[in-house]
C-alpha cells in the first residue's frame, strides 16, 4: 500500500503537544511557500520505504504495532542518517532505538536518542513549530528536514523535506511507492505542523 493504514496518529504525538497543536491549525504554515529556489535542488537522501517487506512486520520498538503500520518517524530518521553516511535502515535504527531507550511503552519515538547512534556524527538541532526560514536555510545548508504533517484523509504522518522547486517543497514520504521517488509536499498535504532537523557534529 502507499500509505501504510495510516496508523500513525501515536508516533505523530511523540513530536510534542506543541507539534499537536500547531499541526491542528494554531502556527501551522501552507505547504507551500518560504524563499522562492529559482533553480531546483535536490539533497541526494537515500530513500527508505516503511513497508518494505524486509522489516514491514517488525514490531515497532516495544509496541504492538510494525514498521509497515507506525514507521514513518523511524524511517524518515533512517533516511537522514543515512544521508549523513551513517551506515543504517529502518530495521536497524529501530533495533538501536530499542535496545537504547528510544520509545516509550506505546512505540513513540525520543528524537533526542537518534543522535545516539553516532553521537560524534549526528547532533539533534531543533523539535518543534514549523518555520519557512529554518526549513530553507537547512535546505542551502545541505541538511534534509524532517516534517509533521496532517493527511487528507485523517491521520499525521512525517516525511523528509529534501529540496525545493520555486516555492515547492519536495519530499521523501516513507510510505510511497520506490516508483514514486521525489514529489512535491503539496501533492500529499496543504500543511506543514512541525518539523525537526538533525546535523553533522
Given at each position: 500500500?502507499?500509505?501504510?493504514?495510516?496508523?500513525?496518529?501515536?508516533?505523530?504525538?511523540a513530536?510534542?503537544f506543541?507539534?499537536?497543536?500547531?499541526?491542528?491549525?494554531?502556527?501551522?504554515?501552507?505547504?507551500?511557500?518560504?524563499?522562492?529556489?529559482?533553480?531546483?535542488?535536490?539533497?541526494?537522501?537515500?530513500?527508505?520505504?516503511?513497508?518494505?517487506?524486509?522489516?514491514?512486520?517488525?514490531?515497532?520498538?516495544?509496541?504492538?504495532d510494525?514498521?509497515?503500520?507506525?514507521?514513518?518517524?523511524?524511517?524518515?530518521?533512517?533516511?537522514?542518517?543515512?544521508?549523513?553516511?551513517?551506515?543504517?535502515?529502518p530495521?536497524?535504527?529501530?533495533?538501536?532505538?530499542?535496545?537504547?531507550?528510544?520509545?516509550?511503552?506505546?512505540?513513540?519515538?525520543?528524537?533526542?536518542?537518534?543522535q545516539?547512534?553516532?553521537?560524534?556524527?549526528?547532533?539533534?538541532?531543533?523539535?518543534?513549530?514549523?518555520?519557512?526560514?529554518?526549513?530553507?536555510?537547512n535546505?542551502?545548508?545541505?541538511n534534509?528536514v524532517?516534517?509533521?504533517?496532517?493527511?487528507?484523509?485523517?491521520?499525521?504522518?512525517?516525511?523528509?523535506?529534501?529540496?525545493?522547486?520555486?516555492?515547492?517543497?519536495?519530499i521523501?514520504?516513507?510510505?510511497?511507492s520506490?516508483?514514486?521517488?521525489?514529489?512535491?509536499?503539496?501533492?500529499?498535504?496543504?500543511?506543514?505542523?512541525?518539523?525537526?532537523?538533525?546535523?553533522?557534529?
Amino acid at each position: 500500500m502507499s500509505r501504510p493504514r495510516l496508523g500513525i496518529f501515536s508516533l505523530f504525538m511523540a513530536f510534542s503537544f506543541v507539534a499537536l497543536v500547531h499541526a491542528e491549525g494554531e502556527g501551522a504554515i501552507p505547504s507551500v511557500g518560504g524563499r522562492y529556489f529559482a533553480r531546483r535542488m535536490i539533497l541526494p537522501v537515500p530513500a527508505f520505504a516503511q513497508d518494505d517487506p524486509r522489516w514491514s512486520d517488525v514490531r515497532l520498538g516495544p509496541s504492538t504495532d510494525t514498521l509497515g503500520y507506525e514507521g514513518c518517524a523511524v524511517t524518515s530518521a533512517a533516511m537522514v542518517a543515512a544521508f549523513y553516511g551513517i551506515k543504517t535502515d529502518p530495521q536497524q535504527l529501530n533495533a538501536f532505538l530499542t535496545r537504547t531507550g528510544g520509545f516509550t511503552d506505546d512505540g513513540l519515538i525520543h528524537w533526542s536518542r537518534v543522535q545516539l547512534i553516532a553521537p560524534t556524527r549526528l547532533a539533534l538541532a531543533y523539535n518543534g513549530a514549523p518555520s519557512y526560514e529554518l526549513i530553507d536555510s537547512n535546505l542551502l545548508a545541505g541538511n534534509p528536514v524532517i516534517v509533521l504533517i496532517r493527511l487528507p484523509e485523517g491521520g499525521y504522518h512525517f516525511v523528509v523535506v529534501v529540496g525545493k522547486d520555486g516555492r515547492d517543497y519536495l519530499i521523501r514520504d516513507p510510505a510511497a511507492s520506490p516508483q514514486r521517488r521525489v514529489y512535491p509536499l503539496r501533492d500529499l498535504t496543504d500543511r506543514i505542523g512541525g518539523l525537526c532537523f538533525f546535523r553533522r557534529n
